[in-house]
């Protein structure tokens, strides 16, 4: 079986560091990937998936807020990513977003998101390693808890925003010990998934290689859906 394509946004500025890592990822998940910038010749017609990758805060405007905290912000990548997860989720293509990507695709359904997550749960710190760290809680019967399992596990989440109003057909998949959601999927077929930890760093780790391999396998049945579409009669 051909390998699926993947698209896989990145930073125009960073990006260089983390897309091999994501591509091993995609590599060992049965998948092909290419990079994504604001300078790339972006068609979703010629991928069987994507990747919303992490980076830089989300702009309070793409949901109709107002900055209230210094932030580096990137308003061509928010609006590049934003078109892609919309379109992503309208045509049922399959999405996985991790850390910012998370926050993009709820966004991207309609909801919004906390800047200052961490001031909202004075009993949790922040995390400045990708070394797994944080324990999370997976929802039980949720997908995720589907494809992971039900039991918490570490990951390495390092963001400073978060999830609030969840968007149009998505729940919560997976939350921290403190409370604050660290994973968003949507509640039907085809798969949207959202982990606002860096499953990429953690590659060692069966259960976090799930969350790739959950990629591939929804890239490779949609891309054989769109093989039977345009198939001679």
């Not at 972006?42 to 991928?47: E, P, T």
């Not at 999830?163 to 604050?180: H, W």
């Not at 780790?205 to 969350?211: D, L, N, S």
């Amino acid at each position: 079986m051909n390998r699926p394509l993947i698209g896989v946004t990145t930073s125009t500025r960073s990006g260089w560091r983390i897309f091999p890592l994501v591509r091993f990822n995609l590599w060992l998940a049965g998948a092909r990937a290419v990079r994504w910038t604001t300078r790339s010749d972006i068609d979703l017609d010629h991928v069987d998936g994507v990747i919303i990758g992490g980076g830089d805060d989300i702009s309070p405007e793409l949901y109709g807020g107002a900055l209230e905290m210094t932030a580096r912000l990137d308003p061509d990548r928010d609006q590049m990513e934003h078109d892609i997860a919309q379109r992503a989720l309208a045509d049922d293509i399959p999405v996985l977003g991790i850390c910012r990507g998370a926050q993009m695709l709820n966004v991207a359904a309609g909801g919004s998101l906390h800047q200052d997550a961490w001031s909202l749960y004075p009993d949790a710190e922040p995390i400045k390693t990708i070394l797994p760290k944080r324990t999370v809680c997976v929802e039980q019967g949720s997908q995720l808890a589907m494809r992971l399992g039900e039991k918490p596990m570490k990951v390495n989440a390092l963001h400073t925003q978060a999830v609030n109003r969840l968007g149009q057909s998505f729940r919560i998949a997976a939350r921290d010990t403190n409370g604050m959601v660290q994973a968003i999927e949507r509640c039907r077929d085809p798969f949207a998934l959202g982990v606002q930890w860096h499953p990429e760093h953690l590659f060692y780790a069966h259960r976090q290689r799930a969350i790739f391999r959950a990629l591939a396998e929804a890239a490779c049945a949609y891309a054989e859906g769109r093989r039977q579409v345009f198939a001679p009669a």
